[in-house]
């Protein structure tokens, strides 16, 4: 079951970043994230009473830090996709973000079965596959995107372990924080960057649903970790890149390249492997 959740929040996930990524190429990747936070804020309040529970401070403060670490790695994220190369970014962040969880998870005592290892082992020249395909850039270009995919793989790794640290009672109250912290780190950083809070008004249904998407994709993955290893969890989340990739050929008519082929397929396989494990 925790895989399956966490096959569907991968899915969610990619969606709502290819979204907010073509978002970004008409407004501020700030204010898109500002916004579609706020959306995001109203469906997980919504949501609270069908799964019920209660936070301690702990949770709270878990959730909080899982939204301060998390927001702008998305915002670097959403920019990084509109201005930089998809095909460096991308895999970077996934496997710097996967790594994070999965060492945490051997810290704190995880131990997968031996085919939940192949899987995850399968999953890194997933990332890799996927994210190629994207034509050619110079050095320059080549080093920012890794240093973006870095800083984004390093908050949603940490995202991943701090909303893992909540307790299994709290029901969805984590979250709550978490979007209330990732707003805040938002409207105090943009000024700096001059970036305005709000993307235009004719952007913001569409940030909206990026947020209900995103929002919604959070909630599965709290419930996947809640029953699964966060070492797996995170590592089948990360491969989103694949919602991307079929998601520029549905809607761009981008052409699949054939290591691109591979990656899906080799994702396809280490979903298998940690289900079966």
Do not use: C, K
């Not at 060492?103 to 890799?128: H, I, S, Y």
């Not at 079929?246 to 396809?268: D, S, T, W």
Request: without cysteine.
């Amino acid at each position: 079951m925790a895989v399956l959740l966490a096959a569907f929040s991968s899915v969610l996930f990619g969606t709502a970043d290819f979204m907010g990524g073509v978002a970004a190429r008409r407004a501020s990747a700030v204010s898109i994230v500002f916004a579609s936070h706020l959306a995001g804020l109203a469906v997980v309040a919504a949501s609270i009473p069908a799964f019920g529970g209660e936070a301690g401070p702990d949770d709270l403060l878990w959730g909080a830090a899982a939204g301060a670490s998390g927001a702008w790695a998305l915002a670097l994220f959403y920019h990084g996709l509109a201005t930089t190369r998809v095909a460096v970014i991308a895999p970077v962040a996934a496997v710097v973000g996967t790594m994070l969880p999965v060492l945490f998870g051997l810290w704190a005592g995880e131990r997968p079965a031996a085919a939940a290892w192949a899987g995850v082992a399968v999953a890194f020249p997933a990332f890799v596959l996927l994210g190629s395909g994207h034509g050619t850039a110079g050095r320059a270009a080549t080093r920012r995107a890794a240093t973006l995919g870095v800083l984004v793989g390093v908050g949603f790794g940490l995202f991943s372990i701090f909303l893992s640290r909540t307790g299994a009672d709290s029901g969805m109250w984590p979250l709550v924080p978490a979007r209330a912290a990732s707003l805040a780190a938002i409207a105090v950083g943009a000024p700096f960057l001059r970036a305005p809070l709000l993307p235009p008004a004719a952007i913001l249904p569409f940030a909206a649903l990026v947020g209900t998407i995103d929002m919604s994709a959070n909630i599965l993955f709290l419930l996947a970790v809640r029953r699964g290893l966060l070492a797996l969890v995170s590592v089948v989340i990360a491969l989103y890149p694949a919602v991307t990739v079929i998601g520029a050929r549905l809607v761009f008519r981008e052409r699949i390249h054939r290591p691109q082929v591979a990656g899906l397929a080799l994702a396809a396989v280490s979903v298998s492997l940690i289900a079966v494990g």
